[in-house]
């Protein structure tokens, strides 16, 4: 098992409250790089289990982690993928995975600030799934063994620009500067008791919005591995968003404000949180 974090863009090994550097580990400073890890996910195991006997480079709690992948090649995010979200949203299920891109800009840390674009500014709590192989043609039954890990993600959109005209801007509304944020850490997937039923959560201002386990993926996490790269091919450090469960903002009526702290948990994981700022919006046409 593995924690991976990312501390001021140096790549770390999480554990016992304390971090690791992979650069000072290794004796090779280039592998400070957190996406130099995507595709040597397996040589983690050993460099977790090598940290149980040396001093850590500092502690968890003094410093404000990164994203643990900070610049993917393609970041995936699939939409209706839970009966109840679609439902809420009053829309079909849709017969394939419903999939559209989350621009790699719009990676953000699982503390950094939301800058609010609109009062339409939505969240959507999300397991997200790390590629750690160069892949095509995966079958689902191998698709756990081309992961580098696993993370937790807010696919944050705003709706006014999702829903401007017809067909929506999906891709654009969702792609802001800082609506992608991921974290706290890339856990291996061995680190799961059950892999196929990981509870994701999220709450604003202490009051929850969204609870769910990927148990209830209308298309789980193998299916839709099999699915994207039998059209892409797929690379270490793509993100694969795999979709929100019912309680968005949009069905209740409420959006973001600025103040606001978005908070997103997942165990095993961790939990991000975000503070909603003021922003910049769209430029009017």
């Known amino acids: 098992m593995f924690r ?5 863009g140096r790549a770390a090994i999480e554990l016992g409250g ?3 550097d992979l650069g000072r580990l290794t004796g090779d400073d280039a592998m400070a790089d957190p996406m130099a890890w995507m595709s040597r996910s397996d040589e983690l195991h050993g460099l ?3 940290c149980v006997n040396q001093v850590a480079d500092g502690e968890i709690g003094s410093v404000r982690p990164g994203p643990p992948v900070p610049s993917p090649r393609q970041v995936f995010a699939i939409g209706l993928n839970y009966q109840d979200h679609a439902a809420e949203s009053g829309m079909e299920l849709p017969p394939a995975p419903l999939t559209f891109t989350k621009f790699p800009s719009c990676i953000a840390g699982p503390t950094d600030d939301i800058a609010l674009t609109s009062g339409l500014v939505d969240w959507e709590v999300e397991l997200v799934a790390v590629i750690g192989q160069r892949c095509k043609n995966v079958a689902a039954e191998q698709a756990w063994d081309v992961l580098a890990g696993i993370t937790l993600g807010q696919d944050l959109s705003d709706r006014g620009v999702q829903f401007t005209g017809s067909p929506p801007q999906f891709c654009l509304g ?3 500067t800082g609506f992608g944020p991921i974290g706290p850490a890339l856990v291996s997937v061995d680190s799961f008791a059950d892999r196929h039923d990981i509870a994701i959560s999220c709450a604003v201002n202490g009051e929850q919005m969204q609870a769910s386990s990927t ?3 209308i298309f789980d996490l193998p299916t839709l591995v099999a699915y994207l790269s039998s059209i892409c091919e797929l690379w270490p450090g793509d993100l694969i968003f795999t979709g929100t469960p019912d309680g ?3 069905s209740r009526g409420q959006f973001l404000a600025e103040g606001d702290v978005l908070t997103s948990e997942a165990p095993v994981i961790g939990s991000m949180t975000n503070r909603c700022v003021s922003g910049t919006g769209v430029l009017p046409l």
């Open 4 to 8: 991976l974090i990312n501390i001021a």
């Open 18 to 20: 304390g971090y690791f």
């Open 48 to 50: 977790a289990e090598r």
């Open 174 to 176: 969702k792609s802001f």
């Open 215 to 217: 148990a209830h993926l």
């Open 248 to 250: 968005i903002g949009a």
